[in-house]
């Protein structure tokens, strides 16, 4: 049985879980969204997709993030603990108490700094309005402004892609970057096509669930 992600747990706590750019200043800022033309690595918005942690990797990096943006330490082990419990909806597995703890006591040890996070260019505000029609109409304009085609831009488009709960294909990348599919196919790499199968994967399990409610 899957379970809701319990959000109001972290909301009563005050905890930050969500970072816009600091340094970082956007080439266009509008009421909709932000845009990096060079992109930017200071965005972290956990748990902004209904895509629930799925891996130790990704559950130690979530603590890290949550270590980085919040300056009370206090607390946060049990916060650890809160979001790795299954039954609490942020993730898909079972952890054992001993490798739980020792994940915990590596993120105090090694947390602190920004952790290594995925490029981002465009960055939707909240209560936009905007459909998700809307928004990939915007990703096509923006991300399509250059005339580049590189691993960079397609991996971009993936990842904006999969935000707004859509299948990747390689002929939706190219339609966003205005050139071919055989173009897409060109730049790519294995770790591309790895990525695009693990995106679509956990896209089609959350829709699943979302058809059966499970």
Known sequence: MSHERN???????GVMYRQDP?????TEDNSLYKYYENGTYECYHLFRSKAKITTYKSLKWHFLVLYY????KQGLANMF??????ENGFVTFFISNQKLEDMIDDVFREGGEP???KIRKIIFKDYSG???????????KLIGRSSKVDEESIYQCMLDIND???KITWSIV?????CSTRTIQRNLNKQLKDEKELLNQQNEKIQYKQLHKI
């Open 164 to 166: 707004l709960g859509d």
């Open 115 to 117: 952790p290594k996070n």
């Open 130 to 140: 905007l459909t998700a029609s809307e928004k990939m109409s915007i990703v096509g």
């Open 69 to 72: 943006l919040n300056e009370e």
């Open 22 to 26: 600091i340094s970082d200043r956007p």
């Open 7 to 13: 959000m109001k747990w972290l909301n009563n706590r």
């Open 81 to 86: 603990r809160f979001i790795s419990n299954k």
């Open 174 to 178: 190219a339609k966003l970057l205005g």
